[in-house]
């Protein structure tokens, strides 16, 4: 019970608020929990692949100097500063592109790879001719005219060229002509000691398509495979 008294003196008793009319305190257990989540690995994965994607279509589109980062993020539909926490500078970038587009489809061309009693005249046309006209096909040779184009002005693109696409590329070229020359395939050791022989067409092939003869393109592909003929001395 509750006692109130009235300013003419008389006490009024209301009845005490019963336990059901109270309302109850929420203990700390039952507080609501807010949980964050996290990105998961399958979208940072996603994300990170448009990044990439984006960026592959800025650079063949645009060139190294007249591609900006503003640009990759809306292609890719993402925020500039995004693109930041996957790749520090515009160069790791380029890296990350050459890495996916151009290394990757390498990766086959290794002499370990070679099945058992294979030749490795035959094992070169089934890896190496395939990948050529593949990156061919798909104009992925243009990566590599953005890097003749602008590797005077931006050092850092031929060195990412040179260390993750031209020297492992040399040491596997090199590898497969010591096992020619042990197997007889070949009589010297003249394309162990000079393994640019074999990939010289792809890079005369871009070249002469990109610089020197826009109009009448040439089959890089097929150069490719004459230098294979006469290597091999099949001409």
Request: aromatic share 6%.
């Amino acid at each position: 019970m509750c006692h109130i008294q009235n300013r003419k003196g008389l006490t009024l008793v209301l009845p005490a608020k019963s336990r059901m009319d109270r309302k109850p305190k929420l203990a700390l257990r039952d507080k609501p929990v807010v949980r964050r989540r996290g990105t998961s690995p399958e979208k940072t994965a996603l994300t990170r692949q448009a990044i990439v994607d984006a960026a592959l279509s800025e650079f063949l589109e645009r060139g190294f100097a007249n591609t900006a980062i503003e640009t990759v993020a809306k292609r890719a539909g993402v925020a500039k500063g995004l693109i930041y926490r996957y790749f520090t500078t515009k160069e790791a970038l380029f890296s990350a592109v050459v890495q996916q587009e151009i290394v990757n489809a390498h990766l086959d061309v290794d002499d370990a790879k070679r099945k058992a009693g294979e030749k490795v005249e035959d094992f070169l046309r089934r890896t190496l001719v395939v990948t050529i006209h593949a990156i061919e096909k798909k104009s992925r040779a243009e990566i590599a005219r953005v890097v003749i184009a602008e590797g005077a002005r931006f050092p850092a693109l031929v060195e990412i060229y040179r260390r993750d696409v031209l020297d492992p590329l040399l040491q596997r070229v090199k590898r497969l002509a010591l096992a020619a020359k042990q197997s007889g395939e070949l009589s010297d050791d003249r394309l162990y000691k000079n393994p640019h022989l074999l990939l010289a067409p792809i890079w005369a092939g871009i070249v002469i398509n990109k610089f020197l003869d826009r109009a009448n393109p040439v089959d890089i592909g097929a150069l490719f495979e004459m230098q294979l003929d006469m290597i091999f001395a099949k001409v």
